[in-house]
């Protein structure tokens, strides 16, 4: 390997005092003898040190690149043993001499370790090898000019064994684009990794299935997100692991989280592995248990494929793994999805119905998002319970209508339970009010024809009239933009029910479940009426981490029978619900007070947006008819504190009970003397104008054969709107 006979001396001892403390940050300091000679040399004449730091670090170099000009350099390897560890990052110099001065970044490419890129990731099963140029916190990202410095290199294996690489590197234009060369292959023996057995049990000693995200001293994750097979998914920190799994780590110092969903205590677990296999062990607490009541969580907007996802060469990962997710989440519905990528391939994948790999109580289904076909550009429609997951009436464009009314009436006619999809994307205004009256510009893809839909009944497997929407989506995307519309629709006397939602990993990809329906069942975990209850409202929705359990009032408990509570006249009655909310501590600055995010600062709905100021305290709210009319704080400690409301009813209303922007239930309606609830001008006009706009801004977006059958189906919600606002008791 080269050598340099002469460099600037200030820069040098610069540079090597640096370069020695990148080292020791890396966990990889100097040994004690070349230490001592370095510090030897350096103090005495510039000959004698530049000649010790290439006697010292030559020997840890993988490589050297000689710069001789702008588009060429020279590339020799250096005498470096090429030992790698498996599931651990090994550091390797590389030497720079640089006769034109460059002051530019020196970029690296090793075909088995390029990165994946961007959300459709290329098949990584070859590319075992994981590469970095240490560029912080000591290092720059540019190199000095002078004539001789050190870079580091760092080589992580996913594998153990003998396995060959292929280096090389460029400098300026070609680092930006073009292919760098000349490259040298290296082969490397990578040592196995120390096995890890992992003992994960619940408080009651069961076997589970936990996520864990792994970090070593320096604050890396492991296994890289860049080298992992399914299950575990590149674009999260979090890997998903079974009682009696093994990790495999290099030797180190590690920091393990391992949580199991919103309703457990996280734990950190501080590791030493050596060279033995080891254990283990985490014992998780809940601190709430919603099922042991009777209210079964579930997520009903998953998917397979697409999004953040794998899409070669399965199209998407597999029902196997789509268990592993919601059993690490404490998920225990997890409805997949099949939409626009690969919805053939997926419909053969998970089939219908329940899924053979289902564990009760946990349970995965599978259904369709109407989404990259048909109706998609009007709003995404999602359909549970088909028994047939390709449409086949008749058709606008590519096989599905472009009317969302059409699919509706398709999937409820096969006994489906039908409602919208990320519903607020498109429905977002200024206005931080809930209710508000701006008119949102309906111009994405949320519940934009929802307030069409909404007005409108079909027929039901037994040819029966039923709504034609089921339920209302929430939990996915900003809580006002959702929630507005379906405030207003409850204020005309229509009853869809909200449904809580991630869109994983499509919106949200950081895990399953962060959007839940807690669902109340009489008995166990079933499927159909897991889904029944869904549409019939005895539910509340809830990122996991608050709770409002049993709402009922004056006895009517939420979504039981029609959910209606019958007043002979207006009074007063009493709204209950336990309510549990548990905030840690210390708030959390990027999430605490911002209620309404915009879209995309994720995640939308959290508790810590409901925290008040610093303390640990949040406010529960009851709602009638979209008014906040009185509310309650607690502290978030995680116990369950019963609350008590009293409510006076001057008119038929629907009353609801929220923190905002984490939990929020079904509505209970109060009847007075029979009369439907239209408790609002101002909203019916408000769904009026909404209509109209809908309707101006979208329906070119409709089929040209459709477009009779559209034009009737908003000329029939405007005119169900005028009555409604003539019927409507108060302004």
């Not at 990794?193 to 076997?207: I, M």
Request: glycine letters at 10%.
């Amino acid at each position: 390997m080269a050598t340099v006979d002469h460099t600037d001396a200030v820069a040098l001892r610069a540079h090597l005092e640096v370069l020695r403390h990148a080292l020791e940050h890396l966990g990889r300091p100097l040994s004690e003898a070349d230490a001592q000679a370095m510090d030897a040399a350096t103090a005495g004449a510039a000959g004698a040190a530049l000649a010790t730091a290439q006697e010292v670090l030559d020997p840890l170099c993988l490589a050297c690149v000689d710069l001789r000009s702008a588009s060429s350099l020279d590339l020799t390897a250096g005498p470096a043993a090429r030992i790698l560890r498996q599931s651990g990052w090994t550091p390797f110099l590389i030497k720079v001499i640089n006769h034109i001065g460059h002051t530019g970044p020196l970029a690296a490419d090793i075909p088995e370790a390029r990165p994946v890129r961007g959300s459709r990731p290329f098949e990584v099963a070859h590319r075992w090898l994981d590469f970095q140029m240490v560029n912080e916190p000591l290092l720059r990202p540019t190199l000095s000019g002078a004539k001789l410095e050190y870079r580091i290199a760092l080589l992580y294996s996913r594998d153990p064994g003998a396995r060959p690489a292929t280096l090389a590197f460029a400098t300026g234009e070609a680092a930006d684009g073009a292919k760098p060369s000349p490259s040298l292959l290296c082969q490397f023996d990578c040592e196995p990794a120390t096995p890890v057995a992992l003992q994960l049990h619940d408080s009651e000693g069961r076997p589970v299935t936990a996520s864990l995200v792994v970090r070593d001293a320096l604050g890396r994750v492991f296994p890289p997100p860049g080298r992992r097979r399914a299950p575990d998914l590149w674009f999260q920190p979090q890997i998903y692991c079974a009682d009696g799994e093994s990790l495999l780590l290099a030797q180190g110092s590690y920091r393990i989280d391992v949580s199991r969903g919103p309703e457990y205590l996280p734990q950190r677990i501080d590791l030493e592995v050596g060279a033995a296999p080891l254990e283990m062990s985490a014992r998780l607490e809940r601190w709430i248990d919603p099922a042991s009541s009777g209210w079964w969580s579930g997520d009903h907007h998953l998917h397979a494929a697409g999004g953040s996802h794998f899409e070669r060469p399965t199209a998407g990962v597999r029902p196997a793994d789509m268990i592993r997710y919601t059993l690490g989440e404490d998920l225990k519905v997890g409805g997949v999805l099949g939409w626009g990528p690969h919805l053939n391939q997926q419909t053969q994948l998970f089939g219908t119905g329940v899924d053979e790999v289902s564990a009760p109580p946990y349970v995965l289904t599978y259904g369709v998002e109407v989404a990259g076909f048909g109706s998609a550009q009007t709003g995404h429609l999602c359909l549970l319970g088909l028994r047939e997951h390709l449409y086949s009436g008749p058709s606008g464009a590519r096989g599905w209508p472009t009317l969302g009314l059409s699919i509706l009436r398709w999937a409820k006619a096969q006994g489906g339970v039908c409602g919208t999809a990320h519903s607020g994307i498109g429905l977002g205004v200024g206005s931080a009010q809930l209710p508000n009256f701006e008119i949102p510009p309906f111009d994405g893809i949320g519940a934009l024809d929802y307030v069409v839909n909404v007005t409108h009944e079909v027929a039901d497997s037994a040819g029966h009239p039923v709504p034609a929407v089921d339920f209302y989506a929430t939990c996915s995307t900003p809580a006002i933009d959702e929630l507005n519309l379906w405030y207003h629709a409850l204020n005309c006397g229509f009853r869809t029910r909200i449904a809580g939602e991630s869109d994983f990993p499509c919106i949200d990809d950081s895990r399953v479940g962060v959007g839940r329906s807690y669902v109340k069942l009489g008995g166990p975990l079933d499927d159909d009426a897991w889904r029944d209850g869904l549409a019939a409202g005895r539910s509340y929705v809830s990122d996991g981490r608050s709770h409002l359990l049993g709402f009922a009032i004056d006895g009517c408990a939420v979504g039981e029978g029609n959910g209606e509570l019958h007043l002979r006249a207006a009074g007063s009655v009493t709204a209950r619900v336990d309510v549990a909310a548990r905030l840690d501590e210390a708030p959390r600055r990027d999430l605490a007070g911002r209620v309404n995010p915009r879209y995309g600062d994720r995640p939308h709905w959290h508790l810590e947006r409901a925290r008040l100021g610093s303390s640990r305290r949040v406010r529960v709210e009851l709602v009638v008819n979209g008014e906040a009319v009185d509310h309650r704080e607690i502290v978030a400690d995680g116990r369950v504190q019963p609350l008590e409301f009293e409510v006076p009813v001057a008119l038929s209303s629907w009353v609801a009970v929220r923190i905002l922007p984490s939990s929020h239930t079904n509505p209970i309606f109060v009847m007075v003397a029979d009369k439907p609830v239209r408790s609002s001008r101002r909203s019916a006009r408000w769904c009026l104008r909404a209509a109209e706009q809908y309707w101006s801004r979208n329906q070119r977006l409709i089929a040209e054969s459709e477009r009779e059958p559209a034009q009737a189906a908003f000329e029939h919600a405007v005119e169900v709107y005028r009555q409604r606002l003539a019927e409507s008791e108060r302004e």
